[in-house]
């Protein structure tokens, strides 16, 4: 769990970065940015509910009057409560002197999951205000990850690591994708998790699909399964692929010279960008290291996604390693390391671990072998 001293820091630093970037209120909606800042994790509602974060103000966060008592229960620092009636207006009450008397517009800093509709009630009660993503002033904030929540982003890497080894002790020939996924989810929970968001399991061509959704396809022996699943333990997201290949007990059935040559690729391109992820390195260089090693093996055009996303409170979040993004990584910075190669129609591989920058170097989470999974099945 992240101390409560942690929110109380995090506040004061956004209103320190809203000040320097001249935004008058930051507007935290709900969501995984009211849960960094607050630990509150508030239902989406149609009513309001908004943390204000201002540079020289105490944060106050504005809640349905039938709110207050889950509110106050979930908070993890020390934030004024102000609660509205049905027939209040809370916008206003959001807003309060923010945007009124001033010469300039004022500009107001937005959660980028803030629904449209609140938005605009928003807009239509400050006309002459400018609006701007939360992201730009919180980006920098949530990117670079303390020892608590890297801590927990471990915690929850090596309870996804025991139930990929788990899955691949099998049995796996004979039960569906579906069958397989649903037993992922629940290991998922068993060992600590209390979501399990996601479960992709591509069995024989459908593992050439990078998000392909579990069916009800028969695993067979003679064929490869890339297994991608994660959830969340505390908070904090897991995020492991693993790739497996089925013999049902025969070797004749193993992987074929031209499957062991694609994957070895891949493990290459997996590990020398995994070495690369020093502080300071640009986060398209790399996704560059692994897409190199790929295209000089031939199948560059089969590499068809990012290397890595950033990830935390949410599964997806920045850095992400792509061509393009030339902001250097930091030490802080968790993300994804995931190259890939997919052969539509017949077979692909994948390898995915979660990494850290640290001070010293990059900091892998998983534990789980690397190599490929050659089991019964």
């Known amino acids: 769990m992240i101390p409560a001293h942690r929110y109380a820091e995090r506040l004061a630093r956004l209103a320190a970065v809203a000040r320097a970037g001249g935004v008058d209120a930051v507007l935290v909606a709900v969501g995984p940015d009211l849960e960094y800042l607050t630990g509150y994790r508030a239902m989406p509602l149609e009513r309001l509910t908004m943390l204000v974060v201002a540079p020289d103000e105490a944060p106050v966060l504005v809640v349905p009057r039938l709110e207050r008592a889950a509110a106050e229960a ?70 670079v990850k303390d020892e608590d929540e890297i801590d927990l982003l ?16 099998g049995p796996l020939v004979g039960r569906t994708e579906v069958d397989v996924a649903r037993e992922v989810r629940e290991r998922l929970i068993e060992n600590g998790h209390q979501e399990a968001h996601f479960a992709i399991v591509g069995s024989g061509p459908n593992s050439a699909s990078p998000h392909h959704e579990a069916s009800e396809r028969v695993i067979r022996a003679g064929e490869p ?66 897409r190199g090693i790929i295209e000089a093996g031939g199948h560059g055009r089969y590499f068809i996604h990012r290397l890595g996303h950033g990830i935390g409170l949410e599964g997806h979040e920045e850095p992400y390693l792509v061509a393009g993004n030339s902001e250097p990584i930091e030490a802080g910075h968790a993300f994804s390391i995931e190259p890939g190669i997919y052969l539509e129609g ?32």
Do not use: K
């Not at 333990?233 to 025969?250: F, H």
């Open 74 to 143: 979930a908070l993890r620092t020390d934030v004024r409560i102000a609660t509205w009636d049905e027939t209040e207006d809370p916008y206003e009450l959001a807003l309060g002197d923010v945007g009124t008397g001033g010469a300039a517009p004022s500009l107001l800093a937005v959660s980028d999951r803030l629904w449209a509709s609140h938005l605009l009630r928003f807009q239509a009660a400050r006309p002459g205000a400018r609006f701007a993503p939360a992201s730009s002033v919180l980006r920098e904030l949530r990117m």
């Open 154 to 169: 471990r915690r929850a890497a090596h309870a996804a690591d025991r139930v990929v080894t788990r899955i691949a002790a």
């Open 225 to 290: 399964i890339v297994l991608d699943i994660g959830g969340t333990l505390d908070g904090y997201g897991s995020d492991i692929t693993r790739t497996i290949w089925v013999t049902g007990g025969d070797p004749a059935n193993g992987p074929d010279e031209a499957f062991q040559r694609l994957f070895g690729l891949v493990r290459e391109a997996q590990a020398s960008a995994t070495a690369a992820a020093w502080p300071g390195t640009p986060a398209e260089q790399v996704d560059a290291v692994a």
């Open 346 to 377: 017949r077979y692909g591989v994948r390898i995915e671990d979660i990494v850290v920058c640290g001070r010293d170097g990059p900091i892998v989470l998983n534990e789980a072998p690397r190599e490929l999974y050659v089991v019964d099945g």
